[in-house]
């Protein structure tokens, strides 16, 4: 009953107004039309002008129906993206006067002025709150302690979005709260040059993602110094911004590529090694392209994870091969550059380091990630042929 009493005060609000949505459905058609232009162009003629030109004619004339057709795919995807983004809403639900009395209450106790308080039922049908707060006091009042209280209150546990302001002052100022995750993430990396270089050309990254995880990055320059760095911090710059932009992982893949096949001799190759973490759901998703095998620890037992695709840049379009895994309380994910298994006994490196890895009783991963170095270190005697990044996440419940 209150279920139903709750979804009939449920006010449903768009994020844009109505002219700004119709004005973004209208571009994503725009880029539909350009797409399908791109997708239906006929090569027929080409192939039988082709026919008795020089191979070098033949094999430009097939990269630029490539090129048409990875362009395509880019146009739909940024098509579906202000589609989606047009459409976004939100269910904003007021909490019953006594609930909202008992909230204010219990705030005004540890000094807080309370205006508005609402839930917000999000796409991913997790609760969030939003509040109208003040400080009453001299001395700042957090979004941390006013979302421990909401805790209590709600029995949910609750953070404060990362949007919000961190401090409470004497103004009445929105405040998000949101469900907590599942699970809790820790990380920690080791990296060592190549002798005789003052830069890796091994380069990682780690963000934030959607208020749902945490992605971790490894890309690997061809070859090593100074070139091989910019090539390998290009390739992470670009994902990052193609991921915050609302890109799936594929697309932004397919993207980056077509960056880099077209910067001819200009852009090295590199490879590319990402791992989503859903802290809410407790899943992984791996997205290798070229890159090095990524390991998953649970207890003494290890999964190796491998891949056999081509660096970017080889191929103007490619198919990077995806792995999901659902983890549990525990796990550990280890992440490596090419050089870490290159360092290991002829060829077999692979193999050695699940064996190392499933010995390993540490469970700081910074430690693990040291460990791990230093172990590949002391196997070649200290020569160093080519760049190391070790990259460590742990995986615990959020309790």
Not at 45 to 67: F, H, I, M, P, Q
Not at 271 to 295: H, I, P, Q, R, W
């Amino acid at each position: 009953m209150k279920e139903k009493r709750a979804e009939k005060n449920q006010v449903r609000v768009m994020i844009l107004p109505e002219y700004g949505k119709q004005k973004l459905l209208t571009y994503a058609d725009s880029f539909k039309d350009l797409a399908d232009v791109f997708e239906k162009f006929d090569s027929g003629d080409d192939e039988r002008e082709t026919a008795g030109a020089d191979r070098s004619e033949y094999l430009y004339r097939r990269k630029v129906l490539e090129n048409r057709e990875i362009m395509a795919g880019h146009l739909h995807e940024m098509a579906q993206i202000m589609t989606e983004v047009a459409k976004v809403s939100f269910a904003y639900v007021p909490l019953s006067d006594r609930k909202a009395r008992q909230v204010a209450h219990a705030l005004k106790q540890e000094g807080i002025s309370l205006k508005e308080i609402h839930y917000i039922e999000n796409t991913n049908g997790r609760l969030e709150i939003g509040a109208l707060l003040a400080s009453e006091k001299t001395k700042g009042i957090t979004g941390e302690e006013a979302a421990a209280i909401l805790s209590v209150l709600f029995d949910k546990r609750l953070m404060v979005s990362k949007e919000t302001d961190y401090y409470l002052d004497e103004k009445y100022r929105d405040f998000h709260f949101i469900e907590e995750p599942a699970y809790i993430v820790l990380t920690g990396t080791a990296k060592a040059v190549k002798e005789n270089e003052s830069v890796s050309g091994d380069n990682f990254s780690q963000f934030e993602m959607d208020k749902s995880g945490l992605v971790m990055m490894i890309s690997d320059g061809m070859g090593s110094g100074e070139k091989a760095c910019a090539d390998s911090l290009r390739v992470l710059d670009l994902m990052e911004r193609m991921l915050s932009a609302g890109f799936s992982g594929e697309s932004a893949v397919q993207m980056v590529n077509t960056s880099l096949s077209m910067g001819g001799a200009e852009s090295n190759m590199s490879t590319l090694d990402v791992c989503f973490l859903n802290l809410y759901e407790g899943t992984m998703e791996l997205t290798k392209v070229g890159a090095a095998s990524t390991y998953l620890k649970r207890d003494n037992m290890v999964e190796q994870i491998s891949s056999h695709n081509l660096p970017l840049g080889v191929f103007g379009k490619l198919e990077p091969e995806v792995t999901t895994r659902k983890l549990i309380d525990g796990d550990y994910i280890i992440m490596v550059s090419d050089g870490v298994l290159d360092g290991l006994s002829q060829g077999i490196g692979e193999e050695v380091l699940s064996e190392v890895i499933s010995r390993i009783t540490l469970e700081n991963p910074a430690e693990i990630a040291g460990y791990l170095l230093n172990y590949v270190i002391r196997s070649c005697k200290g020569a160093i042929r080519d760049d190391m990044t070790v990259l460590v996440a742990g995986i615990w419940e959020n309790t």
